[in-house]
């Protein structure tokens, strides 16, 4: 399985790689640009996405991917510092299958991804 892990800061990927173990291949993306070039050519099973980033946001990914033949097909889990119902909601109505708030809880983010996508790490 292969998880695409979208986040402007090195720091929070490789605490987001580390939460999500040896047991599935993951792929960095820097943007939501980036998301978008490598979700057009590669397999990609589930998605975590922030949403402040340069480039293209979180959310703008989101319209973006919504446009391409793999949308509703790649879970979404949004993992972002915005608490704020409305911004919430927007990436829910966007596609997005789950929003979880940094800082987050590893077994948090594990039982999400295991419930999307069946697999445990
Ligand atoms: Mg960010």
Redesign the pocket.
Known sequence: MNILVV???VT?RKIVVLALGNKVSVIEAENGKAALEITSREQVDLMIL????PELNGLDFLKEFGKTPKAGKVPIIMLSTHTEKEIQDQAMSLGARAFLTKPFQKPELQALVTGLTGQSL
Do not use: F
């Not at 922030?50 to 980033?53: S, Y």
């Open positions: 986040d402007d800061s929070m922030d949403i402040n980033m």
